[in-house]
């Protein structure tokens, strides 16, 4: 059975970095899209960033960019999320996903296009 663990959520103040990392167990990496969802308490499951199969493309949700950076290393078979100059409007619980595909594109329009889920690590950025 194929899975996800997420792993770097943490408390943070405004302002701070953190590093979120998604590994993948019993399967290969390599074919697979990856994106990172959150979901904040009452609101609805958003997509944050998506990575290609080959990592060559790459896109944000615009409350984002700029300040995450999404990247893989199928070598280790993990998928990071950069967050730094954090708000605490970025405070949620931040998933993984992942849908098979070759072609070089992703997409953060549904997360039912996603196969694959994690399940999740908090990220809280307060004072």
């Known amino acids: 059975q194929l899975q996800l663990v997420e792993s770097g959520g943490d408390l943070v103040q405004p302002g701070g970095s953190l590093r979120l990392s998604c590994l993948a167990s019993?399967?290969?990496?390599?074919?697979?899209?990856i994106a990172w969802f959150r979901q904040a308490p009452g609101k609805e499951r958003e997509g944050v960033s998506c990575?290609?199969?080959?990592?060559?493309?790459?896109n944000y949700a615009d409350s984002v960019k700029g300040r995450f950076t999404i990247s893989r290393d199928n070598a280790k078979n993990t998928v990071y999320l950069q967050m730094n100059s954090l708000k605490p409007e970025d405070t949620a619980v931040y998933y993984c996903?992942?849908?098979?595909?070759?072609?070089?594109?992703?997409?953060?329009?549904?997360?039912?296009?996603?196969?694959?889920w994690g399940q999740g690590t908090q990220v809280t950025v307060s004072s």
């Open positions: 019993r399967f290969n990496l390599d074919y697979w899209r």
């Open positions: 996903a992942i849908r098979f595909g070759v072609q070089d594109m992703c997409t953060l329009e549904s997360r039912y296009e996603y196969e694959y």
């Open positions: 990575i290609s199969s080959s990592g060559a493309v790459t």
